[in-house]
């Protein structure tokens, strides 16, 4: 047993034994300055990094020290045990004087061994410590230049925001051709009457909308991508041009003027930024009903058949579903999330 505890002690001893290398980081002491933030952000990430590695070094070479430590401790304490037993045989037997020594001499070597595993954890716990303040010290200035970023971003932000509300809403003309069939004992006149391109005016709006502005906002918005449910629109239409083929197929040219008005968080979607430096509050509206092939308007607009999902700002609307010659109406204000049900 006495072999068994001197080899780990030994074997541990050495293990600490072992050099712990550290890496120090060099003062910075230049200037930061707003216009290289980014830059100054990448270095103190690099430097923390840097940092969390040592301190993750000093933490296990503090495990292997304690190791040793508590390896001496237990072969010290094994040493006194077996003092304690020969000096009660050496005055019960008179026991060979030179095996007392020798014991006495190991008891020295492991107390000593002891003692340079506690001076080296002591040692190591207060590399950790600094390196543990180095590191809350280097996270501070990541957030503190993070905040300066974040800052700066809403500025320019708010700027290029300002910039492109201004231009949201517009009028817009556009001719759009248009086919379909028609019972061949109506006249043109009545075929025309009888047309219903509402489900389909969504899409031709956001079509010209999109092409204008885009090409309005192209110094900052290289490539734009709209979705209906950012702005709403008037419509005015009439049929420029008709003809129609014996077979009923009747081919004609609708003029459209569409005027568009920007929701207040339509800035925010275009350039991808939090809705709140829009001041905009935007909620769900869900309409459904029981009813296939319905129409849905909302304020005097339509928007297709049910179901339909749109996101609408703070405020009131007047829903209609219509179905079947039948017209339901309902009133909301909106301002929390709503699902709407028309039952026919």
């Known amino acids: 047993m006495v072999v068994l505890a001197v080899g780990s002690g030994y074997s541990q001893a050495d293990s600490a034994a072992q050099p712990v290398v550290q890496s120090g980081t060099a003062g910075s002491g230049t200037q930061e300055t707003t216009s290289n933030q980014p830059e100054q952000l990448t270095a103190k990430l690099t430097e923390l990094d840097a940092i969390l590695a040592e301190k993750q070094q000093l933490e296990d070479a503090l495990r292997i020290e304690k190791s040793a430590q508590s390896a001496a401790a237990l072969q010290s304490s094994n040493t006194q045990k077996l003092i304690r037993l020969e000096i009660e045989d050496?005055?019960?037997?008179?026991?060979?004087?030179?095996?007392?020594?020798?014991?006495?001499?190991e008891y020295k070597r492991s107390?000593?061994?002891?003692?340079?595993?506690?001076?080296?954890?002591?040692?190591?716990?207060?590399?950790?410590?600094?390196?543990?303040?180095?590191?809350?010290?280097?996270?501070?200035?990541?957030?503190?230049?993070?905040?300066?970023?974040?800052?700066?971003?809403?500025?320019?932000?708010?700027?290029?925001?300002?910039?492109?509300?201004?231009?949201?809403?517009k009028t817009i003309y556009f001719n759009q051709?248009?086919?379909?069939?028609?019972?061949?004992?109506?006249?043109?006149?009545?075929?025309?009457?009888?047309?219903?391109?509402?489900?389909?005016?969504s899409q031709w709006v956001l079509e010209h909308y999109e092409r204008v502005l885009g090409e309005e906002i192209r110094d900052q918005?290289?490539?734009?991508?709209?979705?209906?449910?950012w702005y709403s629109y008037r419509t005015k239409s009439e049929f420029s041009e008709a003809?129609?083929?014996?077979?009923?197929?009747?081919?004609?040219?609708?003029?459209?003027?569409?005027?568009?008005?920007?929701?207040?968080?339509?800035?925010?979607?275009?350039?991808?930024?939090?809705?709140?430096?829009?001041?905009?509050?935007?909620?769900?509206?869900?309409?459904?009903?029981?009813?296939?092939?319905?129409?849905?308007?909302i304020n005097e607009q339509p928007h297709g058949s049910t179901p339909v999902s749109l996101m609408l700002d703070s405020g009131t609307y007047e829903v209609q579903v219509v179905s079947g010659g039948v017209t339901q109406k309902r009133t909301l204000s909106l301002s929390e999330d709503q699902v709407v049900r028309f039952k026919f």
Not at 90 to 104: E, G, P, T, V
Not at 177 to 201: N, V, W
């Open 177 to 201: 051709p248009i086919s379909f069939r028609c019972s061949t004992s109506k006249s043109l006149a009545e075929c025309l009457a009888g047309y219903q391109h509402d489900g389909r005016m």
């Open 90 to 105: 050496f005055f019960a037997q008179s026991s060979n004087r030179a095996r007392l020594d020798a014991l006495f001499e």
């Open 111 to 169: 107390a000593d061994e002891e003692d340079a595993a506690r001076q080296r954890v002591e040692s190591v716990q207060r590399d950790l410590a600094a390196k543990q303040l180095k590191f809350s010290q280097a996270a501070r200035d990541v957030e503190r230049v993070k905040a300066q970023l974040a800052s700066e971003a809403r500025k320019r932000n708010s700027k290029k925001i300002q910039s492109i509300a201004r231009r949201l809403d």
């Open 221 to 229: 918005v290289e490539t734009l991508k709209l979705s209906p449910n």
């Open 243 to 297: 003809s129609m083929s014996l077979d009923g197929t009747v081919e004609a040219q609708v003029s459209i003027q569409a005027a568009v008005t920007a929701k207040k968080m339509m800035p925010c979607a275009i350039l991808d930024v939090p809705y709140d430096l829009c001041d905009s509050r935007t909620h769900s509206l869900i309409v459904r009903s029981n009813k296939y092939n319905d129409q849905v308007l």
